[in-house]
Structure formats: structure tokens, C-alpha cells
């Protein structure tokens, strides 16, 4: 298996980039100076020995030496003296054959000038620079002719400096540039270390690759949770949002930028800003949706510089409440029908200890005809397994509650489409059949009759009960949340949640009075979903 290299930290990375570039430029740099700086100074140093040249030409002891038997006596000394003036290597003085009169060693005095570069100037009359190797080595010689009171041509001067001092003088300054750099990559490297430093601080000692990966999974773990969640920054600027907030709001685009009021206006975030303090399970209203927000602050340096707030649509909550809630009946239900089952078994293994064998016989017939009744429209005409267990448990319930609970014989229902869930059912038709059973116990003799139909588009369901009825003050409020003629304390959901998952279905619900009692709840679902 091949071993994983380890990665560069992001200090290394920067401080590799920053030497890197240092070095870079430096090299460039000092290239380019020392091109500049060796032909500078080499046009200096020529210039210099053209001019010392020149003017040693024109001096008139030069010119008297030339007239002597023996030049040297009076050149060579005047020579020599000028070139430790000018710190030249040397200074030499020729006929025009080009025989020494003056050198720095006296005893090439007599001999050939060497070099091959007197023409110019002993043949043309003519001042210049050249460079030629010479008894002392390769050299950079300023050269002038050496003329007679008459104008004529008698000998040549030539003022030199070895190459070598040229690129002595070039070095030591090259030297001072590589001080120079090697300070400022000193400092760029302490420049590097501090600012990766400072960078790691802000990325709270995160590597790229780190932050890299809790980017990726911060956005897949926002845009996987089904509640909306948005975070603004201390001016109130949309920082982050993930998809579950966009759909609520309805809106495509760049949300990242602009102000929170623009989608939440009564919006209590700037609270938080202000006060710092949490806010939890708050209620609000946007449009017509309540919606559960909490709200939470961000903090940096005990200062909050942010706030991110969750929210999820209260229907949401409610149905999930309700379903609970109904599941919990419907238990209840069961529970009570198999409490009743014991009491009349109880029953009539009391009359059957007490000898009234008849007695018990009739009560065992009643109960099975009634049950062979029940059972034969409730498994035979109801199709649908669902409608049955919940109309069980309401019959055990109403047994209970000795209310008479019928499902009338012409009831007909076929297994209904899936995309009526359980628990929508449950909240439809339990709440219904509840209320019914309450509505019927205020009577001497309390009943309720179920009716399904399944015939055409839509399935229709019918609960009637023989109580009190609805008052008519009262028919445009019983859908109303928190709305009941029963009291107050946890009442007015159960109507206003059956309306609700209807309405969800497509379907509609109506309600009257009956002609001699009671009151009548219709409920009509079409059967494709819409």
C-alpha cells in the first residue's frame, strides 16, 4: 500500500512561496545590477584613464623630457608620480616606435610597448579607450598621442587599470547587494511567519484542506435538515442559507448579501444583535404561516458579530402532534373496548355461577347478534383495513361510554387510495366520531351511526348523532382554532385539524342539524390526488 504523503502546512506553503519569490527576484535583480554595474563601471575606469591620458600628453615637462638625450631621466619620475595620484596601475610613455620612456617597472624602460594598440594614437593622432593584455595582464588603457610644439606626432601615452581591479570594484559591490538581500529575505521570512501567524488565527488553526472539508460537509449537513436556517452578520446581511429556507420563502437567486428584512420584516434578529441573548420556540407570522423560530447569537472575542436563526412551519409540528396524538386514542380505544369484552365476560361468569343459565344465554345471543351485525357490515362492507381499525376502537370506546354506535347497512367502502395516509385518517375520522360520541351522551339514549359510500369520484363519510346539535350562532365557528362550546382549557384543535388535513386532501367538509336531533358531519375526498 502506498504511504500517504503528509501535507504542507499552510505556514510552510507560505513561507516556501514568499523565499521562493525572494530568491526569484533577488537573482534577477542581482543579475541585472551586476550587467549594469560592470559596464558602469568600466566606462568610469576608461574614461578616467582617457582623461589622465590626455592630460599627462599635454603637460610641457612631458614634452621637454622628449627633447633630452635621455627621455626617462625626467619622464619616468614624472610618470610615476602622477600614477600614484590617480591610483592608476600603471602609466606608460613611448616614442614613436613605441620604445618605453616611462613604465612602473623600471626595468622594462627601453623596451617594446607591448599590446599591439598604439596605432590609433601614433599614426591617426587620435585620443581612445582600448583594452589589450600587456606586461602586467589584461588591462583597460586610456590612450592620447603625445604631440610636439610643432604639431607633430613623437610619442604616446597610455594610462592603464588591470581588468582585474575593475572586477574588484565590481565585487565589492556586488558584496553590499548580497548583504542587502540576504536582510531583506531575513525579513521576509519573519514577514512570512507572522502573517501565516495571523492567517492561521483567523482560520482558528485550521489547514486549507481542513476548512475545505468542513465547507463541504457544513453544506451538505445545511442542505439536509427540513428546517429553514439563515444567519445574518452584524449589519444585518444575509451570511448563509440553505435550501429548506429558500423554498419557504418562495424565491430563487443570490440571497447572500441583502438584508434580512427583505424576507422576514418583522423579523426580531436585530434584537439579538443587540442584547445577545437566545431566543427559543418563538412564534411568527409570515403571511398566512406560523412558523417556531429560534434564534441564536454568534460570538467572537465575547462580542456578537452575528446571529443564526432556525424556523420550521408550525403545520409541520401540529400534524406530527395530532398524529401522536390520535395514535394515542386510537390505543385509548382499544383499551377500552377490550375493558368493556372484560366487563361483560365478568357478567356473565356471574350469572353462570349463580345458576341463571338463561339469563346468560340471552346475554351471550344479544351480544353475538349485535357483533354478528357489526362485524358483518365492518369486515364484509369495509373494505379497507384502516377505516376498520379505527371504527373498532370507537366502537369499544362507545361501548364504554354506553353510547350505541351503528355502522349503517349500507355502508360501502373499497380500500382507499395511498395517498390518504393513516394519520390523516385518523385525525378526520376520530375527531369526528369523538365529537359525535360526546354530542350523544347528553341524551337518555345516546347514539352514533357511521356511513361510508364509495361510489364515483369522491369517498363520502357520514357521522350523525342523536344530541343537542350545533347552536346556528355557532356553525361559522367550529372550524375555528381554539374555538368550543365544551369549556375552555386544551379544546377547539380537534375540528379545526380535521378541517385543515381536508382541506390538505382536496376535500370538503359540511355540517348541519339533524330534523329531529343531533348533528351531521359530511366529509367528501376525492379519490385522485389533485
Do not use: C
Amino acid at each position: 500500500m502506498k504511504k500517504k504523503q503528509p501535507k504542507l502546512t499552510l505556514q510552510s506553503k507560505i513561507l516556501l512561496l514568499i523565499l521562493s519569490l525572494m530568491v526569484f527576484i533577488i537573482l534577477l535583480l542581482s543579475a541585472s545590477f551586476t550587467y549594469i554595474e560592470w559596464h558602469q563601471v568600466e566606462e568610469q575606469m576608461g574614461n578616467r584613464a582617457l582623461q589622465v591620458s590626455r592630460i599627462f600628453s599635454m603637460m610641457p615637462a612631458v614634452r621637454e623630457g622628449f627633447k633630452r638625450k635621455d627621455p626617462s631621466s625626467v619622464i619616468q619620475p614624472l610618470a610615476e608620480k602622477v600614477r600614484h595620484e590617480v591610483d592608476a596601475e600603471f602609466i606608460v610613455v613611448g616614442n614613436k616606435e613605441g620604445i618605453r620612456y616611462a613604465h612602473p617597472n623600471e626595468k622594462q624602460i627601453g623596451e617594446k610597448m607591448v599590446g599591439g594598440d598604439n596605432d590609433r594614437a601614433l599614426i591617426s593622432g587620435k585620443s581612445y579607450i582600448s583594452k589589450a593584455v600587456g606586461t602586467l595582464g589584461p588591462s583597460l588603457r586610456g590612450k592620447s598621442p603625445i604631440l610636439s610644439d610643432s604639431g607633430e606626432i613623437i610619442g604616446v601615452v597610455s594610462v592603464g587599470y588591470l581588468i582585474n581591479d575593475v572586477k574588484y570594484q565590481i565585487f565589492k559591490k556586488i558584496l553590499k547587494i548580497t548583504v542587502f538581500s540576504l536582510l531583506s529575505l531575513a525579513l521576509a521570512s519573519l514577514g512570512g511567519v507572522l502573517l501565516s501567524r495571523n492567517i492561521r488565527k483567523d482560520t482558528l488553526g485550521l489547514e486549507p484542506h481542513e476548512i475545505a472539508s468542513l465547507y463541504r460537509e457544513r453544506s451538505a449537513v445545511l442542505h439536509s435538515i427540513k428546517e429553514g436556517i439563515i444567519s445574518i452578520d452584524h449589519e444585518g446581511a444575509i451570511t448563509m442559507i440553505n435550501s429548506a429556507a429558500m423554498n419557504f420563502f418562495g424565491e430563487t437567486g443570490d440571497f447572500i448579501g441583502r438584508k434580512i428584512e427583505e424576507f422576514l420584516p418583522q423579523t426580531k434578529m436585530y434584537d439579538v444583535l443587540k442584547n445577545g441573548e437566545t431566543q427559543t420556540d418563538q412564534e411568527l407570522q409570515i403571511g398566512k404561516r406560523r412558523v417556531i423560530v429560534n434564534r441564536t447569537p454568534i460570538f467572537e472575542k465575547n462580542k456578537v458579530i452575528g446571529v443564526v436563526s432556525s424556523f420550521r412551519d408550525k403545520t409541520e409540528i401540529w400534524e406530527m402532534v395530532n398524529t401522536l396524538s390520535e395514535v394515542r386514542k386510537y390505543s385509548e380505544d382499544l383499551r377500552a373496548q377490550t375493558h368493556e369484552y372484560t366487563n361483560k365476560l365478568y357478567v356473565i361468569s356471574g350469572l353462570l355461577q349463580l345458576g341463571h343459565y338463561k339469563e346468560a344465554i340471552k346475554m351471550i345471543q344479544r351480544e353475538t347478534e349485535l357483533n354478528n351485525n357489526q362485524n358483518r357490515i365492518l369486515f364484509d362492507q369495509v373494505q379497507d383495513l384502516r377505516v376498520q381499525a379505527i371504527l373498532l376502537g370507537k366502537i369499544g370506546k362507545a361501548s364504554e361510554k354506553k353510547v350505541v354506535f351503528t355502522i349503517d347497512e349500507n355502508t360501502s367502502l373499497n380500500p382507499l387510495p395511498a395517498h390518504i395516509d393513516i394519520s390523516q385518517l385518523t385525525t378526520i375520522l376520530g375527531n369526528v366520531i369523538d365529537n359525535a360520541i360526546e354530542g350523544a351522551m347528553s341524551t337518555p339514549q345516546p347514539e352514533v351511526v357511521f356511513f361510508a359510500l364509495d361510489m364515483g369520484n369522491d369517498l363520502v363519510f357520514e357521522i350523525a348523532d342523536n344530541g343537542m346539535g350545533i347552536p346556528e350562532q355557532n356553525f361559522g365557528r367550529i372550524f375555528e382554532q381554539g374555538f368550543s362550546t365544551k369549556g375552555s382549557g386544551d379544546r377547539g384543535y380537534g375540528l379545526s385539524n380535521v378541517k385543515e388535513m381536508v382541506e390538505n386532501l382536496n376535500g370538503v367538509i359540511e355540517v348541519k342539524n339533524g330534523e329531529e336531533a343531533g348533528a351531521i358531519f359530511t366529509i367528501y375526498i376525492p379519490k385522485t390526488k389533485g
